[in-house]
C-alpha cells in the first residue's frame, strides 16, 4: 500500500559487518539523495518468495539504469538457508544479479518489524518509505509507484508500460482461494501421515532408513512444495510433487510443506 504522503518514515541503516552477495557491501547513507531504493525480505526456501522473483528482476532490469537499487535480504525460514553458500548458489541459480544482503540472525528483519516473507518496501531518492507490501500480490501499483519514485531521480524517465501479470492469480483484483497452511516440521508432525522410522531434529524429521516416507494427511491447494535437505538430493530447497515423499537412503531432511492458493 501506498504510505501517506504526510507521514516521513526514513529507511534504517544496514547494520556493519553483514554478508552480503553481488556486491561487497551497501550503506543506505550511501543511497540517499543518489537511488531510490526498493529491499525485499525473502527466503530462497519459500515458494511465494521465489513467486514473486520474476517481478524484481524484472523491475531491477528496467528501473535499475534509471535510479533504482533494488536490494533482496535473505532471512532463511529454515536452518539450512543460513548458509551464505547456498544462498549464492541460489542466486545465482534463479538469476538473481541484485545485491543480497544475508541476515541469518534477523537483524534486519527486527530494525523493520518486517511481518513476513516477502515483505516490500519502496524508499524515494531522499530514503522516505513510499510503499509497503508483504506477501504476494499487488505488483501493477508498486511498479507504478517506482515509476513515480525513478522520476524523481531521473527527469528524462520515460516509463515503459507496467508488465503484464506474469500468473492469472497476479491480475489486480482476482480473488484466490485460502490454501492450507504451511506445515512446519516436528512441530506439525501429527498433520502428517509416515511410514518407516524418522527421528526429530531442529527443524526437520529425518529419515532413519531407506524407505521411510511421508504425505501430508490432507491439503486443498495450488501445489504442493515439499521442504527438503540432507542425504539424498541435489540442494537443499523446495521440491514440487503431490505431497509424497520418499527417503532413497537414511538422512533425508523433511523440513516441512508450503503450498499456494487455488484461483
Given at each position: 500500500?501506498?504510505?501517506?504522503?504526510?507521514?516521513?518514515?526514513?529507511?534504517?541503516?544496514?547494520?556493519?559487518?553483514?554478508?552480503?552477495?553481488?556486491?561487497?557491501?551497501?550503506?543506505?547513507?550511501?543511497?540517499?539523495?543518489?537511488?531510490?531504493?526498493?529491499?525485499?525480505?525473502?527466503?530462497?526456501?519459500?515458494?511465494?518468495?521465489?513467486?514473486?522473483?520474476?517481478?524484481?528482476?524484472?523491475?531491477?532490469?528496467?528501473?535499475?539504469?534509471?535510479?533504482?537499487?533494488?536490494?533482496?535480504?535473505?532471512?532463511?525460514?529454515?536452518?539450512?538457508?543460513?548458509?551464505?553458500?547456498?544462498?549464492?548458489?541460489?542466486?545465482?541459480?534463479?538469476?538473481?544479479?541484485?545485491?543480497?544482503?544475508?541476515?541469518?540472525?534477523?537483524?534486519?528483519?527486527?530494525?523493520?518489524?518486517?511481518?513476513?516473507?516477502?515483505?516490500r518496501y519502496l524508499f524515494d531518492v531522499d530514503g522516505r518509505l513510499r510503499w509497503i507490501h508483504y506477501g504476494?500480490?499487488?505488483?501493477?501499483?508498486?511498479?507504478?509507484?517506482?515509476?513515480?519514485?525513478?522520476?524523481?531521480?531521473?527527469?528524462?524517465?520515460?516509463?515503459?508500460?507496467?508488465?503484464?501479470?506474469?500468473?492469472?492469480?497476479?491480475?489486480?483484483?482476482?480473488?484466490?482461494?485460502?490454501?492450507?497452511?504451511?506445515?512446519?516440521?516436528?512441530?506439525?508432525?501429527?498433520?502428517?501421515?509416515?511410514?518407516?522410522?524418522?527421528?526429530?531434529?531442529?527443524?526437520?524429521?529425518?529419515?532413519?532408513?531407506?524407505?521411510?516416507?511421508?504425505?501430508?494427511?490432507?491439503?486443498?491447494?495450488?501445489?504442493?512444495?515439499?521442504?527438503?535437505?540432507?542425504?539424498?538430493?541435489?540442494?537443499?530447497?523446495?521440491y514440487e510433487g503431490d505431497g509424497t515423499v520418499t527417503a532413497a537412503e537414511a538422512g533425508l531432511r523433511l523440513?516441512?510443506?508450503?503450498?499456494?492458493?487455488?484461483?
Amino acid at each position: 500500500m501506498r504510505v501517506p504522503d504526510e507521514a516521513d518514515i526514513r529507511a534504517p541503516e544496514f547494520p556493519p559487518k553483514m554478508e552480503w552477495v553481488n556486491v561487497a557491501f551497501l550503506r543506505m547513507a550511501k543511497l540517499v539523495r543518489r537511488e531510490a531504493t526498493l529491499i525485499e525480505f525473502f527466503d530462497f526456501a519459500r515458494i511465494n518468495s521465489l513467486r514473486t522473483l520474476p517481478y524484481l528482476r524484472a523491475w531491477h532490469d528496467r528501473y535499475g539504469g534509471h535510479g533504482l537499487r533494488v536490494i533482496g535480504v535473505h532471512c532463511p525460514g529454515y536452518s539450512f538457508g543460513t548458509d551464505g553458500e547456498w544462498v549464492a548458489a541460489e542466486a545465482a541459480r534463479h538469476g538473481v544479479d541484485y545485491a543480497v544482503l544475508l541476515d541469518p540472525g534477523f537483524e534486519v528483519w527486527r530494525e523493520y518489524a518486517n511481518k513476513g516473507w516477502p515483505g516490500r518496501y519502496l524508499f524515494d531518492v531522499d530514503g522516505r518509505l513510499r510503499w509497503i507490501h508483504y506477501g504476494e500480490g499487488e505488483y501493477l501499483d508498486c511498479e507504478r509507484t517506482i515509476q513515480e519514485v525513478v522520476a524523481a531521480v531521473d527527469p528524462e524517465f520515460d516509463p515503459p508500460p507496467p508488465l503484464d501479470p506474469i500468473r492469472p492469480e497476479d491480475a489486480p483484483g482476482v480473488l484466490l482461494e485460502a490454501q492450507t497452511a504451511d506445515i512446519a516440521l516436528p512441530a506439525d508432525r501429527d498433520r502428517l501421515e509416515l511410514s518407516g522410522d524418522w527421528l526429530d531434529g531442529e527443524d526437520y524429521l529425518e529419515a532413519a532408513a531407506a524407505g521411510a516416507t511421508a504425505r501430508p494427511l490432507s491439503f486443498d491447494a495450488g501445489s504442493a512444495y515439499a521442504v527438503l535437505a540432507g542425504v539424498g538430493i541435489d540442494r537443499p530447497g523446495l521440491y514440487e510433487g503431490d505431497g509424497t515423499v520418499t527417503a532413497a537412503e537414511a538422512g533425508l531432511r523433511l523440513h516441512g510443506y508450503q503450498f499456494t492458493p487455488k484461483t
